[in-house]
């Protein structure tokens, strides 16, 4: 198996135009979009309309010469990773569930999160630096707790795209990557249905027809999680084992009134339940967080060469961490709630594509504040008001092919945003170009700029993604962040698309980014302002990417290597001197495998290696009286050990007929039962013949090797 995976890890995509819409034949040229509906699963003609958009790397106009089979991952040289759902089901499951998050995690240029840790962290900018979108509703916490789950549905979603460079300027927001999210786009000719059940988590996905224009798609999950936090309880120093839940619930309503317009619902709602108690000494703690996104869609086709879509969104994100011990109680609520629309005209041109539009955005933004009871008989519930601010942006972009194998776009947008007193504003353009060059008809060269803004950051109080962090928008004293960047790369493919590969090279440059210098005593203080503790400083990040990919054949899967760094500067941490940030992460080595012997087997393997992440150690050691006092050593001027392990998984169809699908599968997160740490201890030894004062590193882990079976039923 191991040698499988080796042979098998593979790929990079060359994105031609060629294999920009692998659904069409031959010299077939595509002109409009619709929805699919089930008869239409397998023919050439039809396109899905949310990724109408983001599957183009060529203009619309293009000719296909050669049918090209449909990839598990596709976009990598052209800066958009797609990601077909479907296929990627083979891959290893993590305790028994596919999920959308861990497999975007294994691509190049995103460096590896660890353990209880879900966030994507591309090209050396933090998590808050993406927009996660789905349908295009933001989500401002994907995942649910321990990083196990993102908070996507599988067999709720038809495809995903990331775009980590060449991003388009109907994108804005965000400093880094945008991550779109597109539910079931099939209108359903009859009651289809999923269901899988694991040893952790159940989920189920309906589809029902709804007269002939229209369909339904119900999903839901739930788990079952206490069962494995109770193995831990020994670990917990006498504390009962926390209690954890989740769901997650998913509607989408489609409808095709006529050949030229649809209309698409989306709504999701989840929540995460957890609890930790200790009656010994009367004390508990509990997280709560709960994510709601709906949008609506229009999109209709005004004429051959025109298309209008929009897109109106509602999307809640509340948290609330809470901490007790007797009769004493604080609570830390925060939370963010948007309402926006956005519009645009994409227009086909004689000489180009033309795609201008607007959007807008409106935050009500709840900041982490205190609220304290009977603490030192203290009684302080005075939140600060939340924050409300408007966000919006003006933006065009054009693409044209002047010459054979040569294709340039170009992108401007004007975005602003108004402090949450409105006494300032803060705005700019932010233009995007892109260029590639086709040397054959299987090499291709490619280059991209953008400037971003962002004008609402994530604090992070963790450092490890937790609900524990916090957003605030700009204020009369924190200003928007910016980045500027550059990539550069070669990909190529031969043996007939069989084999494919792709390097690049990337520079970021950002400035306004956040820390957080507060501690809980700050919180507690009653004149706590959070700005007073929000310091801002600039960062730079710069590295390399490699995939190599194996399309066909019964061993397919992929290798991806990236090389980089990222670093901070803040005036007021080391006077200015650069530091390595919380991702930074030298090395990011991932290897994905599929075996197919036989159509009722596939067997996987996923094996990922990254550089320890940065943290701050005790540089010195001293006693003051009977106290230890620890003087730290340079900021993040430490490393966690190395992290490593090996996923492996096989699948089985039991039973196969027109009708109904079952299939078994066995998978081992951490087969090798790395002790991979979840943060170090620091303990102190005082020899008092030598007067004397040692330190060991402790790693605490919260798990090991973790096997699951899971049952799956299609029908």
Not at 46 to 55: F, G, I, Q
């Amino acid at each position: 198996m191991a040698a499988a995976a080796l042979i098998a890890c593979c790929t990079v995509l060359y994105e031609t135009s060629s294999d920009a819409r692998p659904d069409l034949r031959a010299g077939e040229k595509y002109i409009s979009s619709g929805y699919r509906t089930a008869a239409d699963k397998g023919k050439t003609t039809v396109m899905n309309t949310d990724t109408t958009a983001v599957m183009e790397e060529e203009m619309d106009t293009s000719y296909i010469t050669a049918a090209v089979e449909e990839k598990t991952i596709s976009g990598v040289m052209s800066g958009d990773l797609k990601l077909n759902m479907e296929k990627i089901s083979a891959l290893p499951r993590m305790l028994g569930n596919v999920d959308l998050i861990k497999t975007i995690q294994l691509m190049p240029g995103i460096q590896i999160s660890g353990e209880l840790n879900s966030g994507i962290y591309i090209r050396g900018a933090d998590a808050g630096h993406n927009h996660v979108l789905f349908d295009g509703a933001p989500v401002y916490n994907a995942s649910h707790l321990m990083g196990f789950f993102s908070v996507f549905n599988s067999n709720h979603i038809s495809s995903s795209t990331l775009h980590k460079s060449n991003i388009p300027s109907e994108f804005g927001g965000r400093l880094s990557g945008i991550l779109e999210v597109s539910p079931r786009n099939e209108i359903p000719e009859k009651v289809t249905g999923n269901i899988d059940a694991g040893i952790l988590s159940s989920q189920a996905t309906i589809g029902i027809p709804v007269g002939n224009k229209s369909g339904l798609y119900l999903s839901g999950r739930v788990s079952y999680f206490n069962y494995m936090l109770k193995s831990i309880e020994k670990m917990m120093n006498g504390a009962d084992a926390p209690h954890y839940f989740f769901d997650d619930f998913n509607l989408t309503w489609l409808m095709a009134p006529d050949s030229d317009n649809r209309i698409r619902i989306n709504a999701y709602y989840g929540t995460d339940r957890m609890d930790f108690s200790q009656e010994t000494y009367q004390a508990g703690a509990g997280l709560r967080w709960r994510n709601s996104a709906i949008s609506g869609t229009w999109e209709s086709r005004i004429s051959d060469n025109a298309t209008m879509h929009h897109n109106i969104f509602f999307s809640l994100f509340d948290n609330r961490i809470s901490v007790s011990m007797g009769k004493a109680d604080m609570q830390l609520p925060s939370g963010i709630t948007d309402i926006g629309y956005k519009g645009n005209v994409e227009v086909h041109l004689p000489a180009g594509k033309l795609k201008a539009g607007i959007d807008y955005n409106r935050h009500r933004v709840k900041v982490q504040y205190p609220q304290i009871t009977n603490l030192y008989n203290i009684y302080d519930s005075s939140a600060p008001e939340p924050y409300r601010n408007d966000e919006f942006g003006i933006f065009a972009d054009y693409s044209i092919s002047p010459a054979r194998g040569l294709t340039l776009k170009a992108g401007l947008r004007y975005s602003g945003s108004f402090s949450e007193t409105g006494k300032r504003f803060y705005g700019g353009f932010e233009p995007r170009a892109n260029i590639a060059y086709d040397l054959t008809g299987n090499m291709r060269l490619q280059a991209s700029y953008s400037l971003q803004r962002q004008y609402i950051g994530q604090v992070s109080v963790s450092g490890m993604g937790l609900p524990t962090d916090f957003w605030i928008p700009v204020t009369d004293r924190i200003g928007p962040q910016t980045s500027n960047s550059v990539s550069a790369g070669f990909s190529h493919s031969f043996g007939q698309s069989m084999f494919e590969y792709s390097m690049e090279l990337y520079y970021r440059q950002m400035d306004g980014l956040m820390e957080f210098d507060g501690e809980l005593f700050d919180m507690m203080n009653q004149k706590y302002t959070v700005e007073d503790h929000i310091i801002t400083g600039k960062g730079r990040s710069y590295g390399a990417e490699f995939i190599f990919k194996k399309n066909k054949g019964k061993v397919t899967g992929w290798l991806s290597y990236t090389v980089g760094r990222s670093e901070r500067m803040f005036a007021d941490i080391m006077d200015g001197k650069p530091f390595p940030s919380k991702n930074d992460r030298l090395h990011s080595l991932a290897m994905a495998a599929v075996w197919s012997p036989h159509w009722r087997w596939s067997i996987s393997g996923v094996f990922i290696y990254a550089t320890g992440t940065p943290f701050t150690m005790p540089g010195a050691l001293y006693m003051v009286g009977e106290n230890i006092i620890h003087e730290y050593g340079p900021y993040n001027g430490a490393r966690m050990p190395d992290y490593h392990r090996l996923d492996l998984s096989a699948n089985c169809i039991l039973h196969k007929s027109k009708r109904l699908e079952g299939s078994l599968n066995l998978s081992v997160y951490n087969v090798y039962a790395r002790q991979n740490p979840l943060y170090l201890d620091i303990a102190v030894k005082y020899d008092e013949e030598s007067n004397n004062i040692g330190v060991n590193l402790i790693g605490r882990f919260l798990y090991s090797i973790l096997p699951s079976v899971g049952y799956s039923l299609k029908f």
